[in-house]
């Protein structure tokens, strides 16, 4: 699997609950500096444009892995589901 740094340097798995919560961590400031430092002053208006869309890119990221995480669990629930239908067989 892959390997993503995070901003503290460590190294995590991609799609682990530590990268999800990296991006998130990544959202909450740029909305707040969207919103707070930007505000609504006419001449940033491209500045927040691109601040908004570097925000919807990361979100649909996160929603792509999580997406990831969530077809990994059906097949890993099948595959504990098969084992233990074949250790009752064979009592």
């Given at each position: 699997?892959?390997?993503?740094?995070?901003?503290?340097?460590?190294?995590?798995?991609?799609?682990?609950?530590?990268?999800?919560n990296e991006l998130d961590n990544i959202?909450?400031?740029?909305?707040?500096?969207?919103?707070?430092?930007?505000?609504?002053?006419?001449?940033?208006?491209?500045?927040?444009?691109?601040?908004?869309?570097?925000?919807?890119?990361?979100?649909?990221?996160?929603?792509?892995?999580?997406?990831?995480?969530?077809?990994?669990?059906?097949?890993?629930?099948?595959?504990?589901?098969?084992?233990?239908?074949?250790?009752?067989?064979?009592?």
């Amino acid at each position: 699997m892959k390997k993503v740094q995070l901003s503290n340097g460590r190294m995590v798995e991609y799609g682990s609950q530590k990268h999800i919560n990296e991006l998130d961590n990544i959202l909450l400031q740029l909305d707040h500096f969207r919103k707070k430092i930007i505000g609504s002053n006419r001449k940033l208006r491209k500045e927040r444009y691109t601040i908004s869309k570097a925000i919807e890119s990361i979100r649909h990221m996160k929603r792509k892995i999580e997406k990831e995480n969530a077809k990994k669990l059906v097949v890993e629930d099948a595959f504990l589901e098969k084992i233990i239908m074949e250790i009752l067989q064979w009592k």
